[in-house]
Each structure stands twice: as structure tokens, then as C-alpha cells.
């Protein structure tokens, strides 16, 4: 998920955390009622939030809820997505943890297991859970445990220059009608001309997007993702890197200059016109429409499909620290901060699909000019990335899968080798997570 994909904002740096809550207050009622004395509860909430309108949404919304609950008043603190694991690990250790704070899914099961955060499965209104997405509520939920409320979702699009398409004369698919896999490879080699590839595709750090992508093909990369996990590379989970590898070599329709390229280095030469098409997540289409050359037609194309178009995704969340000593009062935030008025303008601010199934019915979120129609049509095929459940896969992930796949393709070791570093170099790291 973008995820995980953040500049963090250098105003954050060197930022010293205030105490969880409201120190020695006691706790507040259910209801919104103050605290000891009648001062009010002190919350406090970290974001993580870095652009310039979702930093905004996230004052304003926090201001307005300010000003309409004086018995329950949050302090906003920014946090760093560079270094908020460190940080909220400490701050865990030194009981020094906000109330509320932002992060992503893929982190709430080990933050559960170490008792660090609150299940909310008690505190959740019916509203709320009706409204969030079925599928992105599995991502925040470990057996019976709700450890996070997710409201920002990626999902994986493809970015067409237009005038190349119309010129070659190729007809553009529709979120009714998307291009297979198949049908994506042929039109990049129709595509490619001298002096101008049919593809790029960014592989800089590709383990997340292949693993996600992998869900089109029935790709699951993991058996018992809850219990005695192992690493697997099965015929589901081939599909998409042989297909990406075959482009890159085979049919030499994507330019190999990808391997080395974050999708944010691929835009000069997709503006440039060395090449037709760029599969990217929904974000980037901020930095198309901010970096774009005048006149430069872009398109946002449907996701691909494979055996279907499942994706996997991972959430961004808001999630209570278990020592909070206000939980009523933090969840009545979070269902405020979350609700469908509001997710609309956070994911205006970032780009990203709402998982308030109400926000995503929004006008701004289903305008063709910025592609947001087409980016809204991909939420019913998100699903949890089975992985996020794997204890020990960010470290499979960094140590293992990147370099691996960096490695295929750049060419250097076979589709079998591969597999061979994924599953017995990759199940001796899973191991010493499972004693």
C-alpha cells in the first residue's frame, strides 16, 4: 500500500510526543462528559499526514470537532512516516503513547500481540461499520480483534498517453470492459517503436505491488498465513512477474530502465513520450496532473484483469493506544475524524480511496478529468493482502523479496531461482517468527 510510500515532512522532525491522554485525569464518560473537576478530556492524535490539503483536512477537522465537544479536546501532533515504527515503539515502552494515531494495517497485528492497542470491536457504533467497506475491515481484523479503523486505501490503475494510443489507433478499455493481461502485453508491443517502449514498469521496490497484483491470478505467496506460515511460489504466484519478465525480454515492450525506477522517476520519460503506458497506483495521478507538460493528454485506465481483477490492498488507520485512559471518548473522535463527510476531503487530500462506501459516492471522487472515476471503480476489488497476516513479512519483504525480484528482473537468475530465494531463503526467515 502507498503504502507505505510517503515524504514525510521535514516540519516533523525532532517532534517530542506529550503524554498519552490527559495525565491524571480521570477517565471521561461514555457520553462526551468531562473529566475530573469538570475540565475536560485531553485527547491527543497523531497523524501522519504530509501533503499540504490533507495536512489541511486534518487541522480543519480536528478544529471543528474542537469547537463542537469543549468536555473532549484533541491536540493534533505530526508524526514521520520515515520513522513512526521506531517512534510509536518507544513511545509504547515509555508509556508515552498518543490516544489516537495514524498508521497502516500491515503493522496492528504485532502492535496486538504486544498489547499495545485497543480492540475497538466494543466501542464500534453500527453506523461505522456498515458504512466502512466489508473488505477493508478484514484488513484491520485478527481473529475477533479490531485493532484499527481503516479509511485509505491504494489501488493499481494504468496511465496511458493518449495522443500515442490514438495514433496507433488503439481503442481504450472501460471499467466495464478492462484489458486482460494478455491484451495489456499485446497493445505494448503495438506500441513500441524505435526510440519508444510500449511499457514501463516501475520495479524499484517491487515485492508489495507483485504480491498485490498476485491476487488476479489467485497468487497468495504464503500457506496458513495465520499459524505454521511457510513461503510458497505456485503457479498463481508465477503469473505476474513471468509476465512482467516476458515484456521486459522476451517481447522487449517494457523498457528494462523500469527495474531501477520508482514510479515518480518514471514520469519525465512517460511525459517525454519514450513511453505509451505506465501502471502506477491511484496517487500518482497527483503528480501527473502537477507535472505534466501544457498540453500533455493523459488517460487513467481501468486495473488489469487476470483470472479476475482482485487486488490486494492494505488500509491506512486510525487505531487506540490500549493505556489510553479515555477509550470512549477516542473512538467518539475517531467515528467523527472517519466519517463520510470528512473521508471525502481525506482522500481528496491524498489521493486514495475512501473506505466510507457513502465518501465514495461523491462527485470529487468520480470525475473523469483527474481519472477519480475510474480509481473509485476499483474499490469493490480490493480484498486483504494475505500477507499482512504473515508475523515476520516485513522482514521477508526487505531482506528476501525486494532484492530477489530485483534480481529477476534485471535478468540475472532464472524464474525457478526465484523461487528458490522466496521460499527456502524466505521460509528461514518466517521460521524464527513461529517459535
Known amino acids: 500500500m502507498r503504502s507505505m510510500r510517503f515524504i514525510a ?7 517530542v510526543l506529550t503524554a498519552c491522554g490527559g495525565g491524571d485525569d480521570e477517565t471521561g464518560s461514555g457520553d462526551g462528559g468531562s473529566g475530573n473537576g469538570g475540565e475536560p478530556v485531553e485527547l491527543t492524535f497523531q497523524t501522519l ?27 493534533l501532533l505530526q508524526g514521520d512516516w520515515n520513522n513512526v515504527q521506531d517512534q510509536l515503539m518507544t513511545s509504547f515502552e515509555g508509556g508515552t503513547a498518543p490516544d489516537v494515531f495514524h498508521y497502516e494495517s500491515t503493522v496492528l497485528q504485532d502492535f496486538g500481540d504486544r498489547g499495545n492497542v485497543l480492540d475497538l470491536s466494543e466501542y464500534l457504533s453500527d453506523e461505522i461499520r456498515d458504512d466502512i467497506r466489508a473488505g477493508a475491515w478484514d484488513t484491520a481484523t485478527f481473529g475477533d480483534a479490531i485493532y484499527g479503523v481503516p479509511f485509505l486505501q491504494e489501488s493499481q490503475v494504468i496511465f496511458a498517453n493518449r495522443t500515442l494510443l490514438d495514433a496507433a489507433g488503439v481503442a481504450l478499455p472501460t471499467v466495464d470492459d478492462p484489458w486482460t493481461w494478455d491484451e495489456f502485453a499485446d497493445v505494448a508491443a503495438q506500441l513500441t517503436t524505435e526510440g519508444q517502449y510500449g511499457a514501463v514498469i516501475p520495479l524499484k521496490a517491487p515485492a508489495n505491488r507483485i504480491l498485490n497484483l498476485a491476487r488476479n491470478f489467485g497468487g497468495d505467496y504464503f500457506t496458513d498465513p495465520t499459524g505454521e506460515v511457510q513461503a510458497v511460489f505456485d503457479e498463481a504466484d508465477q503469473e505476474v512477474p513471468r509476465r512482467i519478465h516476458e515484456m521486459l525480454y522476451t517481447e522487449n515492450s517494457a523498457s528494462p530502465d523500469g527495474v531501477g525506477m520508482s514510479s515518480a522517476d518514471a ?13 502506477g497506483a491511484i496517487w500518482l495521478r497527483q503528480q501527473i496532473i502537477e507535472q505534466a507538460p501544457d498540453g500533455f493528454d493523459w488517460v487513467t485506465l481501468p486495473a488489469l484483469e487476470g483470472e479476475s481483477s482482485a487486488q490486494g490492498a492494505v488500509s491506512q488507520t486510525l487505531s487506540v493506544s490500549a493505556d489510553t485512559e479515555h477509550p470512549e471518548e477516542a473512538v467518539q473522535f475517531i467515528e467523527y475524524f472517519l466519517n463520510a463527510e470528512n473521508q471525502v476531503q481525506l482522500a481528496a487530500g491524498d489521493w486514495l480511496l475512501p473506505t466510507s462506501q457513502e465518501a465514495a459516492q461523491a462527485p470529487e471522487l468520480n470525475d473523469p478529468a483527474t481519472g477519480w ?29 525486494n532484492p530477489a525480484f530485483q534480481e529477476y528482473f534485471s535478468d540475472q537468475i532464472s524464474l525457478e531461482d526465484l523461487g528458490a530465494k522466496l521460499v527456502d531463503e524466505g521460509n528461514a526467515v518466517l521460521e524464527r517468527y513461529q517459535r
Open 9 to 15: 515532512l521535514a516540519a516533523a522532525a525532532g517532534l
Open 49 to 75: 499526514a504530509w501533503q499540504t490539503a490533507s495536512v489541511e483536512a486534518n487541522e480543519a477537522i480536528v478544529a471543528a470537532w474542537n469547537e463542537a465537544n469543549p468536555d473532549i479536546q484533541v491536540e
Open 267 to 279: 514520469l519525465p520519460g512517460f511525459f517525454a513520450g519514450q513511453y505509451a503506458l505506465l501502471p
Open 373 to 401: 472515476d475510474v480509481a473509485t471503480a476499483t474499490a469493490d476489488d480490493l480484498e486483504m493482502a494475505p500477507f499482512q497476516q504473515v508475523k515476520g513479512f516485513e522482514e521477508w519483504k526487505s531482506r528476501i523479496a
